[in-house]
């Protein structure tokens, strides 16, 4: 027993608690005072079955991960798990909240398990680089079979109480309030039924022909779908110990592979975004953190971007109100919406009554003055400043004085817009990234006149939007946009010394990124990067500056939309091909200016464009404009794509000694 394990007991059962805030990781406390109650337990004669439960708002949610990279102190997990495992009283792990990782491989390692419905399990150790290192690989295939375990050990998704029980994983959901009870009925009727339980170490799966079958396609299936990332394919491997050989060897080698992961670089960079992200969510110091709550929104605008914001608001229950300048266009907007909701349903990812709900928080109006009560309005209307500002200038006489008034522009002056407001301080920028309702990157952008309560509000709200949210200061492009404008200038650079579209996309792409940059360029439309440039206050003075894009949109080429950008687009089928005009187009020019054509070899490209993406961002830091290196990490991963086991542009070139 110690500050963070304790032991009761109740007649004939003894009841172990782990309160270890915030999330009951097994820190070194954890282990060690879990190991002296189960020998207490043990020792004592009276005591004939253990429940294993924790306090707080979650079972336990994994490994300590703020220990990892450091020397292991003992008592080591696996070693704590095989005397849960060998015990000679049952153990009942009750679960509430996420049982994750180290977690749910403590549950496995008991004899029963039961959870409120409302929890979820999983072994998300892949999403950071590493796999189940005390016993999962070994133990979860023998609890729920080959095809659960290798979908849940190689994915890291979590999954509901309900599904855990049908996989049987689980022995037991209750809806009962009261976990604790609900595992001492548990318990009292298992010890009248008589325990006749295996030991999990003491099952075997079969080598058969069935099962290698099984692992032959997930082997396949998961070489097409890595993408550069190791730990899924490393987690396999250790899946088919599991089969080929006895419990204690598949463990000790699945300890093995374990540490291996430990020492990888993918593992440090996807602890590394891991931390990022939950620190991109805290406020600075200097913010006080003081929000209110959001219990209405508007959103200015039906266009893409409104309608994927508007979505993001009814998905979490808060009602909605789009506004459009006339009737026909608010229609359009609230049957686009319906329409996306539909599909869902039909894609499986809501329900029909899921649906339901959401459209009914989804409503219109075509007047400002309908906006009295609202506390949140987000204006995703025409990029163009004029436009806003007359925007701001009605919001402001026609909400109230304590809403939040946002604009979800790309890159436009935001102290420029919040000037058309008698209060400026309740101005900030919301920037989403689109489709809005899908992406995980939310820009919330200050001015140095944004009320500590509009900041900290809208945090509170990003992470209620489910956002990856990032504070960024006002400055041209804020930091997301500028950071990917010095990446594509860079590509556009390395197009003018004569590396092909499809070259330098298949680069990036190899390299790990989503899409390749003149890719994203023809999808987006190459004359929205053209028309910002326009309106850009301070052009640099460089010739080649994003010339051959600015070249195509001068050209009406403009990418998908036209059916030709960097690539030529097939009208029937959208197929993209090389396009060998464009490209002598772009030469042609390169010529003109004096640019040096060459052949890059990949590594080059790549090296320079995650390079340029650095060197930007510590300029963006240096300027304020950003807190800290880790918030770009967090706007590269959820943004644009990045690879997440690459850690992020900055944590790359922190990495390889460039910063
Ligand atoms: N170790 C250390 N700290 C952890 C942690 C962990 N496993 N999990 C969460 N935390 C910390 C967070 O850093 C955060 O700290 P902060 O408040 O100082 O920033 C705090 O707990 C709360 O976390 P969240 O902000 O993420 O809270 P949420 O409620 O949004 O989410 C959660 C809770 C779902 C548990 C989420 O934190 C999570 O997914 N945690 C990671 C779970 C995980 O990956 N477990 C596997 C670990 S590896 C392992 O177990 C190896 C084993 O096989 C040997």
């Not at 707080?56 to 095989?82: C, H, K, M, N």
């Not at 999954?159 to 009292?188: H, N, P, S, W, Y």
């Amino acid at each position: 027993m110690n500050q963070v394990v304790s032991i009761a007991t109740e007649g004939q059962i003894a009841i172990i608690t782990i309160d270890n805030p915030p999330v009951n990781a097994l820190s070194q406390a954890v282990r060690s005072g879990l190991l002296e109650c189960v020998n207490e337990a043990v020792s004592d004669r009276n005591i004939h079955a253990i429940i294993l439960i924790c306090t707080g708002r979650t079972f336990i949610a994994g490994a300590d991960i703020s220990e990892f990279g450091q020397p292991p102190l003992e008592p080591f997990l696996p070693d704590v798990l095989e005397t849960l495992d060998n015990c000679s009283k049952p153990i009942i792990a009750a679960m509430h909240g996420t049982a994750l990782g180290g977690g749910l491989e403590t549950a496995l390692a008991c004899r029963y398990r039961i959870a409120l419905d409302s929890a979820r399990i999983g072994l998300p150790e892949v999403t950071l680089g590493l796999i189940p290192g005390a016993g999962g690989t070994q133990r979860l295939p023998r609890i729920a079979g080959l095809a659960s375990a290798l979908d849940l050990i190689t994915s890291g998704r979590h999954v509901a109480a309900k599904e855990a029980l049908r996989m049987g994983v689980l022995d037991q959901i209750t809806t009962q309030e009261d976990l604790l009870a609900a595992a001492m009925d548990f318990a009292r009727q298992m010890l009248a039924a008589g325990d006749s339980r295996q030991r999990i170490s003491a099952t075997r799966l079969e080598d058969s022909s069935e099962n290698r079958a099984i692992l032959a396609d997930w082997e396949t299936r998961l070489r097409k779908k890595a993408r550069g990332q190791e730990s899924p394919l490393v987690a396999l491997e250790s899946i088919k110990n599991a089969v080929r050989l006895p419990f204690a060897e598949g463990l000790e080698k699945e300890r093995e592979l374990f540490m291996a992961c430990m020492g990888s670089a993918q593992s440090r960079a996807l602890r590394h975004i891991f931390f990022a992200e939950r620190a991109a969510a805290k406020l600075p110091a200097s913010i006080a953190d003081a929000p209110a709550d959001i219990h209405s929104a508007a959103i200015i605008g039906g266009g893409t971007m409104g309608r994927g914001i508007a979505m993001c608001f009814a998905n979490i229950n808060i009602p909605v109100k789009v506004i459009e300048t006339d009737q026909d266009r608010l229609a359009q907007a609230l049957e686009a919406i319906e329409r996306t909701y539909r599909k869902m349903t039909v894609q499986g990812r809501i329900n029909e009554d899921q649906q339901r709900r959401r459209m009914a928080l989804v409503t219109g109006s075509c007047e400002h003055a309908s906006l009295a009560q609202t506390d949140l309005v987000i204006e995703a209307a025409f990029e163009n400043l004029e436009v806003k500002r007359s925007i701001f200038g009605s919001l402001d006489r026609h909400c109230k004085a304590d809403a939040i008034l946002a604009t979800n522009t790309s890159y436009l002056d935001i102290e420029a817009i919040a000037s058309a407001v008698s209060e400026p301080s309740r101005v900030l920028g919301m920037h989403f990234f689109s489709p809005a309702h899908i992406m995980k990157l939310l820009e919330v952008v200050r001015t140095p006149q944004t009320s500590a309560g509009a900041i900290s509000t809208m945090m509170k709200l990003g992470k209620a939007l489910g956002k990856r949210t990032v504070l960024v200061g006002n400055g041209f492009g804020f930091a997301a946009n500028r950071m990917y404008s010095a990446y594509g200038r860079e590509g556009q650079q390395i197009l003018l010394e004569g590396v092909t579209p499809a070259h330098l996309d298949q680069a990036m792409k190899n390299w790990g990124m989503a899409m390749g940059p003149a890719a994203v360029l023809d999808m987006s439309g190459i004359d929205i990067g053209y028309n910002a440039r326009q309106q850009n206050p301070h052009p640099p003075d460089d010739p080649c500056y994003f010339r051959p894009a600015d070249l195509l949109a001068e050209h009406g080429y403009l990418g998908r939309k036209s059916g030709r950008g960097f690539y030529r687009y097939d009208p029937n089928t959208g197929q993209a091909s090389e396009d060998l005009e464009i490209i002598e187009l772009i030469r042609g020019d390169a010529r003109r200016l004096g640019v040096d054509q060459r052949d890059l070899p990949e590594h080059d490209i790549q090296q320079r464009m995650i390079r340029a993406i650095a060197t930007e961002g510590e300029a963006i830091l240096a300027e304020g404009i950003a807190g800290k290196r880790s918030d770009l990490d967090v706007i590269w991963v959820n943004g644009y794509g990045f690879p997440r086991w690459r850690g992020g542009p900055m944590h790359y070139a922190t990495e390889m000694g460039w910063l």
